[in-house]
Structures are given as structure tokens and as C-alpha cells.
Nanobody, 117 residues
């Protein structure tokens, strides 16, 4: 019943922008911490950004000032606005939802972001 569905990935040139969306169902969305992770070929999955139920945010140093995470509880959707994209941002981006006190959580299927000239 729980689903997280990412969308918005694609091919973009360096310096361009994309907005990723993750629509959730089957959870009480407003109480979850939400996050975006990414995984590039041959690399570990890494946390890109997260936003708590109180809307506090945290970003990886590599994306600070370029990416913005936000949530719309009325739409059960979390977003990742990505600006000034670099080739190093190329990865599959995954949405994650977790209750921090309990661990575990849910994952989306991922969406490919490719930054290339």
C-alpha cells in the first residue's frame, strides 16, 4: 500500500535546472522525515537533502546553495529543486521517507538525472 513515486529526472546540460518530485501514498505524510538520496555508478548511495516534519532541512556540502528540498503536506509530495547542475550530480535519485524514532523507512524506485554537455 505504501508507495513513493519519483518523477522529473532527465538529461540536462551543465548549469541547467531540474525539479524532482516524489509523491507518497499509504503513510501519514506530515509526520515523516523525507529525504533525497542519490547513487552514481560505482559509488555508495549518499544523502543529498532531507527535510523533517518540522520543515528543518539538511544538505550535503556538495549541493548547498544549489539544491532546495521542500514539502507540500497537502499534496503528499516532496520536491528537490536542482539548479546550477554539474556533471558530478549525475546519478539515480531516490526518495526516502522515515520515522526517525523507529528507523527503517520506505524508498521510491528512483529517477535518473544526467548532466552532460
Amino acid at each position: 500500500q505504501v508507495q513513493l513515486v519519483e518523477s522529473g529526472g532527465g538529461l540536462v546540460q551543465p548549469g541547467g535546472s531540474l525539479r524532482l518530485s516524489c509523491a507518497a501514498s499509504g503513510i501519514i505524510f506530515s509526520i515523516y522525515t523525507l529525504a533525497w538520496f542519490r547513487q552514481a555508478p560505482g559509488k555508495q548511495r549518499e544523502l543529498v537533502a532531507e527535510i523533517t516534519s518540522a520543515s528543518s532541512t539538511n544538505y550535503a556540502d556538495s549541493v548547498k546553495g544549489r539544491f532546495t528540498i521542500s514539502r507540500d503536506n497537502a499534496k503528499n509530495t516532496v520536491y528537490l529543486q536542482m539548479n546550477s547542475l554539474k556533471p558530478e550530480d549525475t546519478a539515480v535519485y531516490y526518495c526516502n521517507a522515515v520515522l526517525l524514532v523507529s528507523g527503517g523507512g520506505y524508498w521510491g524506485q528512483g529517477t535518473q538525472v544526467t548532466v552532460s554537455s
